[in-house]
Nanobody, 116 residues
């Protein structure tokens, strides 16, 4: 059974940091590019960051460069999103996504709330 399970979300003050984790199981994790998306209330889901299957290439939404870092540990079947200098506008549900040429999987999402 394929699963992607996000964790690490929560309430953080503006300027704070969080690290999200996405644990994959039931598929060959190292064969999939990993992506983080987010969806704020009343807004469309947007792509936050992408990392290739072996971690050699990473891309970010232009508005997030310098604050967010995507990484992965294929030995642990886990992807990460390090989020620094968080702003209230980063409040959203964050989803991880695994994709290759044939299949695509989604996690259930984790809520991130940035508020004082």
């Amino acid at each position: 059974q394929v699963q992607l399970v996000e964790s690490g979300g929560g309430l953080v003050q503006p300027g704070g940091s969080l690290r999200l984790s996405c644990a994959g199981s039931g598929f060959t994790f190292s064969s999939y590019a990993m992506r983080w998306y987010r969806q704020a209330p009343g807004k469309e889901r947007e792509l936050v960051a992408t990392i290739t299957n072996l971690g050699g290439n990473r891309n970010y939404a232009d508005s997030l460069k310098g604050r967010f870092t995507i990484s992965r540990d294929n030995a642990k079947n886990t992807a990460y999103l390090q989020m620094n200098s968080l702003k209230p506008e980063d409040t959203a549900v964050y989803y991880c996504n695994a994709r290759n040429d044939f299949f695509e999987y989604w996690g259930q999402g984790t809520q991130v709330t940035v508020s004082s």
